[in-house]
């Protein structure tokens, strides 16, 4: 099967080669093609996607240090979208920060047929075995949680893009990223642009491959900090700020839920 990868990165250089050899080496039996979008790395991580090139199918775009998560997927999938002349099964929406488990593709695409070629979102976990990301079910207003492993045959509303698998006309037909966003929000607010389309998403059977989750200590969710320094930290482009976040719930889940109904 031939896959589009498409991830972003910068500064973890060792962190995203670790990502691109393991995940072909774990997954020999089919074909990858990467789109990674470097947001201006210091630390020679585009030197090393380059050196990298003879062995593996791989494009490097170039960012400007100012794409983080959701403006460099955007660039990456809509280069995609423009410039990818090759037929492909599937594309996979990654952060480089994960280890994939050997063999995961395959168990992804087997559920995907079997689930109506469903879009199969990797659930994650840390080192002791535990749940970090996955897919994600609303259970209130736009309160939410993530769907564990024994939860497969429940339909998700969206994703955190750790990892997961989306047919490739699925893709075509949803589009990329919106870019109204600049970090956070992009992958919830795809995953629920692909739910509006008509399209049903599951999360995998087993977990697909080992991604600690980020921490809250020091940001805008540590409420260790003063409601001055939560809020500086929330308006920051790695939290949650305020035009972006309406945005979200504007386009999403309408007037009601901007107006308190959560």
Not at 172 to 187: K, P, Q
């Amino acid at each position: 099967m031939r896959i589009l990868v498409i991830l972003t990165c910068f500064n973890r250089r060792e962190k995203t080669k670790k990502c691109v050899e393991g995940l072909v080496e774990g997954n020999q039996e089919h074909s990858f093609t990467f789109v990674v979008v470097d947001d201006n790395s210091a630390d020679g991580t585009g030197e090393m996607l380059e050196s990298m090139k003879p062995e593996y199918d791989i494009h490097i775009l170039k960012g400007d240090g100012k794409l983080f998560y959701s403006g460099g997927m955007w660039k990456g999938m809509d280069y995609a979208l423009e410039s990818m002349e090759q037929e492909y099964g599937y594309l996979l929406m990654v952060n480089d920060d994960v280890t994939f488990m050997d063999g995961c593709i395959s168990k992804m695409i087997v559920q995907s047929r079997q689930q109506g070629g469903a879009v199969i979102v990797g659930a994650m976990c840390d080192a002791g075995k535990a749940l970090t990301y996955s897919a994600v079910k609303y259970t209130k207003g736009i309160r939410y949680r993530n769907l564990d492993i024994r939860e497969w045959n429940v339909a998700a509303d969206t994703f955190n893009a750790n990892g997961v698998l989306i047919p490739f006309e699925i893709f075509r037909t949803v589009g990329s990223l919106d870019g109204h966003y600049i970090h956070s929000l992009g992958d919830f607010d795809y995953g629920l642009s692909v739910k509006g389309a008509g399209y049903r998403i599951y999360v995998s059977k087993e977990y697909v491959g080992i991604c600690e989750k980020n921490s809250m200590s020091g940001g805008w969710l540590d409420n260790s900090l003063s409601r001055k320094e939560r809020f500086k930290k929330k308006e920051s482009i790695k939290g949650a700020p305020m035009k972006q976040w309406f945005y979200f719930l504007g386009k999403n889940f309408g007037l009601r839920k901007l107006l308190g109904g959560v």
